[in-house]
């Protein structure tokens, strides 16, 4: 059985699957990429958001009138990647 | 003066600058667990944080008591400062010396058990009620081993070596799960001062004993460093 991803894990999944989309992601797509259910990616977002780790913009798309919604990672969502990154190398190599 | 053991003259102050550095080692390392604690309030952290703590405390126990053996000048500040409590040509050195070297032992006792524990089970650990209460059984086991490591100095590097077996062992289930290069380091660097401490147990047959258990000791804590860079470059 998996483990049960803490609070943090999930965050760092969902900043991790948008720059691993080159820094913006399809809010749709995120959900499918974090394995996270509608309401708890809306939940996740509203509060990366407020941390500004992660910005919302609207782009336009040819041949449609209504612009496409992309979440953006921010380069503080990127520092935060990197510095989860070197607690979890941390807590693995000291078995924490 | 009270010593615990005689070591050679011409090391004296080599082994307080390896102490200085494993100290500066292990108040890194206490300092980013702590960093980490602060960020996921997760009580492993805070655990770890405090054993690394203990380690540099009890390092700086040992310069300080074994600095006031070596130099005089300093002996002479601290008869100075202490002559009013310990009365006329320190009646009560024995008493300076013993206190020092059982803090030096039970700190670094402390924060053997401290990791060992920590190092024990993955999730949540330290948080029962009951599991706490075993630890308090724990402290006053090594509050005695200390009182007696002053009469025995024997005492206190056997049970040293004790959790310190048990510590390198859980690092070695650690790396065959992760087999990663710094799980590796990790289990290395605790086998490096296993190994000083087994040392140090000899040194009442030879005192150069007491030179091959520091180097080795400084090399733990270096392979410590280099495990902390390590994850402070990615």
Known sequence: MAVRRSRLELVFDILLAIQNKGGKIKPTHLMYKSNLSHKLLNGYLEELLQKELVILEEEPVKKKKRPMKVVRITDKGLSFLAEFRRMREFTDAFGL | MFRLFFTPGWFNGFDLL??????????????????????????????????FLLVSLSLAFKIFTSGVLYYFPVRETVYQVLAPAAGAHLKYSGLFYRAGFFFQM?????????????????????????????????????????????????????????????????????????????????????????????????????????????????????????????????
């Open chain 2, 106 to 234: 039970a700190s670094m006792l402390g924060a053997w058990l401290v990791i060992f524990l920590v190092s024990q089970k993955s999730r949540a650990r330290l948080t029962k009620f009951y599991e706490v209460s075993q630890i308090g059984l724990f402290v006053y086991l090594l509050l005695l081993v200390s009182v007696v490591g002053n009469f025995k100095y024997v005492v206190f590097y056997l049970t040293s070596s004790v959790l310190l077996s048990l510590i390198v062992l859980n690092y070695y289930k650690n790396y065959i799960t992760t087999k990663k290069s710094s799980t590796l380091k990790v289990m290395a660097s605790f086998m490096f001062i296993l190994a000083a401490n087994l040392v140090y147990v000899f040194v009442f047959l030879q005192d150069g004993s007491y030179v091959v258990a520091e180097v080795l000791m400084l090399i733990g804590f270096l392979m410590l460093l280099q495990t902390y860079r390590q994850v402070m470059r990615r």
């Open chain 2, 18 to 51: 390896f102490d200085s550095i494993g100290l500066v080692i292990a108040l890194l390392i206490s300092a980013y667990s702590w960093r980490i604690y602060r960020f996921n309030k997760e009580n492993r952290f805070g655990y770890f944080s405090l054993a």
